[in-house]
Every structure is written in C-alpha cells, then in structure tokens.
C-alpha cells in the first residue's frame, strides 16, 4: 500500500493571477526553437554519443531546420570542448544557424566555456544558478542576496569577457534553475537584475529561460507561472522568455502549448523528449501537434522515419512503438471496428479531393505528410496477423525479426493467403520468407563472394574499409568494388559505383538458435534500405555463420527487392 500522500507531500500553491489572459488564447505561429539534444539529452544518455554521432545529430538538427543547438557543456568534459572547437574550426556551422553552450554560475568554468566559443561567428552563452527554496537552502546554504548576487558577477564576467572577442556576436541566456519550484517574486527579481547588468536593448535581448526543471504542478500552473513574469519582467520588449518543460509528471507537452499561450517566445527540448529522468519536452510531438492545427511549425518532419532513426542511432534509445506520430505502430488499427472506420474515411477523403480538409477518422493526421507509407493502415488485416507470424518465426526457426520488417512480411503472408486461400502452416511460413528474402527466384543479382581489403589513406592515419563483391547479375559475372568506414559503408559504395542509389536506413544483426527448419545456428542480419530515386523502403535479409557474409548478402537482398539491378550498367569488371 502507498502511503498516505497528505502526511508526506505538500500540494503546489496555486498562482494569484485572477486575470488571467492565456485560457482564452490559442497558439497562432510557430515559437523559436532550440534543440537541447546534443547537452541536456546527451548528458542523460547511459552511453553519451561520441564524436561520430553528435556531428551526426548536429547535421541532421540542421537539415529538419533549427536554428538554435545547444550543443555541448564544453567546461564539464573535454570531449564536449573539443566537440565545439571541431564545429567551429571545421567550418560546421551554417550561417543562418547559431550554436548555444551551457555552465554553471563558477568564474573557472564561464571562462572555460568562453574559451571554446573563439572565432563563432554567433553564440549564446547560457549560465544558470539554482534560485528554488530546497536548492537555496539544503544544497547551497545561500541566502535570497547571495543567489542574486552570484547571479549578477557572474553576467558581469561573462559581459567582459564578451567584449575581448568582438568578432563573435554573443547572446546571452539565463535561467533560474527550477524556476518552476522558485518564489514568482524572487524569480522576477533575479531575472531583472541580470537584465539589468547585461544591458538588454530591443536590439540585445536577453534570453530569460523558465524551466520546469522539476515538472512539480499541472499544466496550468505553470502557465499561470509564464504569464505572471510576462506581465511583471521589466524591460519585457528586450527579453525573449523561453520555455523549458520536464516531464516529470507527464505533462510536458502541454505545459509548453499553455505556456506559449501564456507568453512564451521560444520552447527548448529534445526531439523525442529524451533528458533527465522522464525526458525534456518532446519537440516533434509539439512540433506536429500545431501542424494538425493548421499552423507550420518551421520544422521539417516530411520525413520523420530518417529523423527516427538517426536519433535512435545517435542516442542509443529505442523510440516507443506508440510513440505519437512516429512510433512504428501509431498508423496501424488492429480493432476491427477501427478498421473499418479508416477505411470508410480513406474513401471519403479521395472522394474529396486532393484540396479536401483531413477528415479521417482516428487519423488526426494524413501518414503521408510524414513520409509514412498507407501501408500499415490498409493492410489493417495483415497487420491483425502480425503478431502470430512473428511468434512462429521466432518459436519455429530462431529468427527474431525487426518490428517493422515483421510489418513488412505480414504484409507478404497477407498477400499469399488472398491468392491461395487457406491457413499456412509454420512451414510455408518459413517457404516464403527463403523465397522473399534469401534466395527470391526473381532475383536479378547473387552473392558469389566477396573479400575485404583496408589501407591508410594518404596524408593522414585514417584507416579505410574496402570490399571486393562477386556477383552475378541475370548469369553474368561481375565485381563490385567500394571502400567506407565499415564493411556495409564499403559495399553501398561498391553499389553505387555500378550506378545503384541506395541507403541504409537501419541495420541489425542476431545469431539464430538451431531448429528443425532453418538447420544450424547462423547470424542473420537486416538491412532497411531506401532507394535513392524514389524513397522507397524495402529489408533484406542475410543468413549466414560469418557476420560479415550475412550483411553483404542482405544488402544484396534489399537490392533485389527494390528492384534497382534493372539500373545496374554491366561494365563492372569480370569476376
């Protein structure tokens, strides 16, 4: 049993605010957004990215379209110093984007954090001190006059130390950490001060960044919150107030959609809503929910499976199936009356027209403006079967498929039993994923054999993976030749070189168990790839005991199933 709540919790006061203008409001345009992916849901990550993959996920914040990143911590690690001084000496950064860095309120670190911004063409330094009663008190031991004071000389310091780099136009971002749980009053007041020190103009605004640093109250609450210091900040037309909702309670979403209302000019959060404990606020969450309200939200999700699994790459975290609007099963209806209401409101919709608004019931948005397939929403009775032949695979054969390539292959055994009619046995089950995916008896192109090669680029110590492929295309002898960073990266490129587009959107490897089937233990490798010319997705899949063999062969697989050989020029050299 739970124990009682009203001996151990105090219940968050409500707000003075009896006139209160946000309920009546409604979002109208887009906020300024900032991506905190790279340093607040970096630094929650059980493995922090590494270099490959933070410049990854800057690249692919800049092509979705923010333009502000925060992309490091640079005086809590070298890696994040060296991560700022690679984007700016490297010549990373578009111009029309500008780079955020977070630190503490410590001289030793502002400066730190000053020194690895030299030469940016644009930065905001963002420095923030604890102003909560319980951080005040029990982790500082600092009176109300000390955290503003800390507040303050810390501001003047990094304002000097500005003025040594004019080069850089510098921004200057402040926030009361667990304003959420912070007297209105004393939070007010701090803000003020540190306004006040910066000198913020029309022109020169500061930042002023209110975070829910601990979501302790509803949604509502911390409206009430934003609204009170819009109306009671001085110098409020220098000021950009942004929002920096958790998730502790669940509600983070909507703390940012009231809190906008409220008068918030810029949301801070993570794509996904990875961070500390529960997460940041989700941006594409909120992103997308203003889409479906008619309002652009100026960033780009047409094609939100790329975005998903670059993040799911960079951060190591698996994106919940029911995730909104991007999780691999939020387009799929398994309950039959579910079913027939989209199917009903799909053939509405066409009878429409094109100019027609969404009208489609349990669909609150068209799959299509994400990049989504109709796939899994049409094949709903395939999709009802997903889940018993992705049992019988895994209990018959060894073989674990990916969500989305179990999609994929439903889909394929939906299409068997309307033509042939019937139940499949485990068997035939397993007699059509060979002739889909690892021996097609339509397939223009076969694995004969490959070899791997490496060297050491000239004028640098890099090693570099190159690959030798045999094939046959329709008979016909052939060898592919390709290098990368792996031995995949290399046989793409060996692909390419023949004149076929082709990306890999994800990659798995697992060994399969032993059984009466599927015969010895083998790896098994799946490659999602996409064809270059139309977007098209399709898996392959490889078997083999060598890991290696098996991925080349899924490759190849993939391919096939693209239908891409047809492109192939046969002036490869002879095998």
């Known amino acids: 049993m739970l124990s009682n709540p009203a001996t151990k919790y105090r219940a968050f006061p409500t707000i003075d605010l009896p006139n209160r203008q946000w309920p009546s409001r409604s979002i109208t345009h887009a906020p300024i957004w900032m991506s905190s992916d790279l340093r607040d849901g970096n630094q929650s990550l059980f493995e922090p990215m590494n270099a490959e993959r933070k410049m990854r996920m800057f690249r692919t914040l800049c092509q979705v379209g923010f333009k502000e990143i925060e992309v490091a911590f640079p005086s809590a690690s070298q890696t994040d110093f060296d991560f700022v001084r690679t984007l700016i000496e490297g010549g990373h950064i578009p111009d029309d984007v500008t780079i ?58 990094i304002k000097d130390l500005c003025a040594q780099q004019p080069q850089t136009e510098w921004v200057l971002q402040y926030s009361p950490e667990v304003f959420s749980s912070t007297e209105l009053d004393f939070a007010c007041e701090v803000c003020d001060a540190v306004t006040a020190e910066w000198g913020a103009t029309p022109d020169n605004k500061v930042i002023l960044n209110l975070p829910a640093t601990v979501e302790a109250a509803t949604p509502n609450v911390y409206a009430d919150q934003i609204e009170w210091m819009h109306t009671h900040l001085a110098r409020r037309d220098s000021v950009l107030i942004s929002l920096h909702p958790h998730n502790d309670r669940g509600t983070g979403v909507a703390a940012a959609e009231l809190g906008l209302m409220a008068g918030g000019d810029r949301v801070e959060g993570c794509l996904f809503g990875n961070g500390e404990r529960t997460g940041n606020v989700d941006i594409v969450t909120l992103a ?56 009903k409101g799909f ?131 052939m060898l592919l030749t390709g290098e990368g960073n792996g031995p995949i990266d290399a046989a793409v490129h060996a692909l390419q070189g023949a004149g076929i587009e082709v990306q890999v959107r994800s990659y798995e490897e697992r060994s399969t168990r032993a059984s009466a089937h599927a015969g010895d233990a083998q790896a098994c490798a799946f490659l999602e790839l996409v064809s270059g010319a139309g977007g098209t997705e399709r898996y392959g899949v490889g078997m083999d005991t060598n890991i290696v063999t098996a991925s080349v062969k899924a490759l190849l697989s993939g391919v096939n199933r693209l239908g891409l050989v047809a492109a192939l020029e046969l002036e490869g050299e002879a095998a």
């Open 100 to 157: 955020e860095v977070l630190t503490q309120s410590r001289e030793h670190l502002i400066r730190r954090t000053i020194e690895s911004l030299k030469g940016a063409r644009r930065a905001i330094v963002h420095v923030y001190n604890a102003t909560a009663p319980a951080f005040r008190e029990i982790v500082f031991g600092m009176s109300r006059d000390e955290i503003k004071a800390l507040a303050v000389s810390s501001v003047r310091l």
């Open 288 to 343: 997308l929910n203003m889409y479906t309200q008619g309002i652009s939200p100026g960033l780009d999700f047409s094609d939100i499976n790329a975005v998903a699994r670059t993040v799911e790459h960079c951060n190591q975290l698996p994106i919940h199936p029911r995730h909104p609007y991007v999780g691999d099963l939020v387009f799929t209806a398994f309950s039959g009356s579910h079913q027939d209401a989209i199917k």
């Open 347 to 477: 053939a509405a919709q066409q009878a429409a027209g094109p100019d027609a608004l969404w009208n489609v019931p349990y669909m609150p948005i068209d799959p299509a403006d994400v990049g989504r397939s109709y796939d899994s929403v049409i094949r709903v009775n395939s999709q009802s079967g997903k889940g018993g032949v992705a049992y019988l695979m895994e209990a018959e054969f060894g073989v674990v498929m990916p969500r989305r390539l179990q999609v994929e292959f439903s889909g394929e055994v939906q299409n068997y039993t309307d033509t042939h009619g019937g139940e499949m046995t485990a068997q035939d089950i397993w007699k059509l994923f060979e002739s889909t995916y690892l021996d097609a008896p339509s397939a223009s192109m076969h694995y004969v054999e490959h070899h791997l090669f490496d060297h050491v680029t000239p004028g640098s110590k890099n090693r570099v993976q190159g690959i030798r492929i045999g094939v046959e295309v329709n008979g016909q002898p």
